[in-house]
């Protein structure tokens, strides 16, 4: 069962939300707050598997309480999606830094939310494309300057191709067709990036990639 935590200042958002999720057989929420010192204590409480989480909120916003999960040891195996819209793109980037394992659009279709639950529950990213070229733009759009990171030097050359593709937003499936390369074997790969690079989350795969300018704006690998 994934154990889901809502946070929302908005009631009806929250009551919406929660009518999708706990028709899934596999799904429950957990609890829910309005703000996002609310958020911290009830995540600390409930120890819920994914926290669903609003940005703009009253009192400590959601990039704030993503943080404090993202830094509380005791939180290590909550995942956080940021709830968002196309007006917050100047979030996306500083909620990956606070911790964040992906995004999802208010207005988005109910499977779509679904899905994008399980990813994160099962300990992938949730990035697509389409946002993760609205991140590079934003890491362009706020003179982030690359820097190629010794750190990178852990890494094997299939190793290197396969997070700069995960940088891209690509699922484990796409890369292993990008690659002729089976599901299983890139999971693996990503999996060892993730062990050498001393990273909780997928997502953080995203930041060190284009820190270290393995991408770059308007350049696809």
Known sequence: MIRVLLVDDQKLVRAGFRSIL?????????????DGMEALRLARDLEPDVVLMDVQMP???????TRRIGA??????VKVIILTTFDLDDYVYA????????????DIEPLEMLHGVRVVARGDALLAPSVTRRLISEFAAHGKNP???PRLNVLTAREREVMT????G???TEIAERFFLSTA?????????MTKLDVRDRAQLVIIAYESAMITPGRRA
């Open 95 to 106: 909620a990956l830094r606070a911790g964040a394992s992906g995004f999802l659009l208010k």
């Open 170 to 172: 690509l699922s484990n």
């Open 59 to 65: 009192e400590v916003d959601g990039l704030e309480a």
């Open 72 to 77: 509380d040891p005791r939180l290590a195996h």
């Open 147 to 149: 820097d190629p990171s």
């Open 22 to 34: 706990e028709d899934e057989d596999d799904i429950s929420v957990v609890g829910e707050a309005s």
């Open 165 to 168: 593709v995960v940088a891209e």
């Open 185 to 193: 074997t890139v999971k693996t790969h990503v999996s060892r990036i």
